[in-house]
T-cell receptor, first 112, second 112 residues
Framework: GQQLNQSPQSMFIQEGEDVSMNCTSS?????WLWYKQDPGEGPVLLIA?????ELTSNGRLTAQFGITRKDSFLNISASIPSDVGIYFC????????????FGTGTRLTIIP | AAGVIQSPRHLIKEKRETATLKCYPI?????VYWYQQGPGQDPQFLIS???????DKGSIPDRFSAQQFSDYHSELNMSSLELGDSALYFC???????????FGPGTRLTVL
């Protein structure tokens, strides 16, 4: 099936640093979603992107829908301890009401 | 705001037993999705329902079945449980036409 390649797999940063992660695919998608998951909890929706080139912010988070519709990135500025977790990109081929294809995840760890 | 509710949060079963997981979607959401997440994996789509009808099917074993009821809640029935069924099971919901799936807190199933 379709796969989303997410990188990096893991990141070790210090509090206050900026973070950048991305998601790429060989297929075209029409919707990109970014989720954060804490251990043993459900994924929490952070940002939704619907148009190629779209740049959307949610507080310290900024995400972009790539022009080719085959990639997306997520930036976190001035990281804080509660940013620790696993970040997943997810995509839809159509414009909704279909299964999500998830990326492989980026595990973010903040070094004290 | 109301979120997706799942019950139970934790379930321990023996091999060959049956289990029923319940999901209550966000009010006015008409579509429910079930995902399975193994340790260190991204969520994998199992099955979805729109207006009480199955709308899509993923890698769901024949031993599993699900349905959506008139009040839009959904149940995932799992029979002849195997050790490999141990995982986190998430339910997500959205409203047709809106491409944002919201996840519940999950049910952790352990098969001994």
């Amino acid at each position: 099936g379709q796969q989303l390649n997410q990188s990096p797999q893991s990141m070790f940063i210090q509090e206050g640093e900026d973070v950048s992660m991305n998601c790429t695919s060989s297929s075209i998608f029409n919707t990109w979603l970014w989720y954060k998951q804490d251990p043993g909890e459900g994924p929490v929706l952070l940002i939704a992107l619907y148009k190629a080139g779209e740049l959307t912010s949610n507080g310290r988070l900024t995400a972009q829908f790539g022009i080719t519709r085959k990639d997306s990135f997520l930036n976190i500025s001035a990281s804080i301890p509660s940013d620790v977790g696993i970040y997943f990109c997810a995509s839809l081929v159509d414009f909704g009401n279909e299964k999500l294809t998830f990326g492989t995840g980026t595990r973010l760890t903040i070094i004290p | 705001a109301a979120g997706v509710i799942q019950s139970p949060r934790h379930l321990i079963k023996e091999k060959r037993e049956t289990a029923t997981l319940k999901c209550y979607p966000i009010p006015r959401h008409d579509t429910v999705y079930w995902y399975q997440q193994g340790p260190g994996q991204d969520p994998q789509f199992l099955i979805s329902f729109y207006e009480k009808m199955q709308s899509d099917k993923g890698s769901i074993p024949d031993r599993f079945s699900a349905q959506q009821f008139s009040d839009y809640h959904s149940e995932l029935n799992m029979s002849s449980l195997e050790l490999g069924d141990s995982a986190l099971y998430f339910c997500a919901s959205d409203r047709r036409g809106v491409s944002e799936q919201f996840f519940g807190p999950g049910t952790r199933l352990t098969v001994l």
